[in-house]
């Protein structure tokens, strides 16, 4: 059985992490801000709902996260002014990633969560300037990347 602090420390991690890509996705003017620690936390809680259990099927708890995930990324994948551009689809890979960090996190999956951490915030700071600096180069028929890098 876990204790209060395993249990704090695990919500508390998954909740902080996903805050913190929330904040990265707000400050871009997406739409998810502080939603993402609900998503983080929420993954490490069907995580934890079962771990004292040595029957719990954890894999089948980790699809379901997945699962549950792709039907809210859906709604954030917008079609705009009736052409087939399609925005938001970072967005919707940082909510995807923020269900696996809750994971993590339930998991106390540690060095794997940091190591994570710190490649998404690498990709999410430097994608961007990455993206626009090769449209640049390579002759890219778009000057700038779609809305929803960065």
């Known amino acids: 059985m876990l204790g209060w602090m395993d249990i704090v420390l695990r919500l508390g991690a998954a909740m902080v992490i996903g805050g913190a890509l929330g904040l990265n996705r707000e400050l871009h003017n997406k739409p998810t801000g502080v939603t993402l620690g609900l998503v983080g936390m ?17 894999t089948r708890v980790r ?43 339930g998991l106390a999956a540690w060095r794997t969560a940091a190591v994570a951490i710190i490649l998404t915030a690498f990709l ?23 809305p929803d890098v960065g």
């Open 42 to 58: 929420g993954s490490a809680l069907a995580v934890l709902a079962v771990a004292d259990d040595p029957q719990a099927q954890i």
């Open 63 to 105: 699809q379901g996260v997945i699962v549950g995930i792709g039907f809210l990324g859906a709604g954030v994948i917008p079609h705009r002014d009736g052409n087939s551009e399609v925005h938001g689809l970072t967005t919707v890979a940082t909510i995807w990633i923020t269900a696996f960090f809750g994971i993590l996190c």
């Open 124 to 146: 999410l700071t430097l994608g961007g300037p990455f993206e626009r600096w090769c449209h640049q180069h390579f002759g890219s028929d778009r000057s700038t990347p779609g």
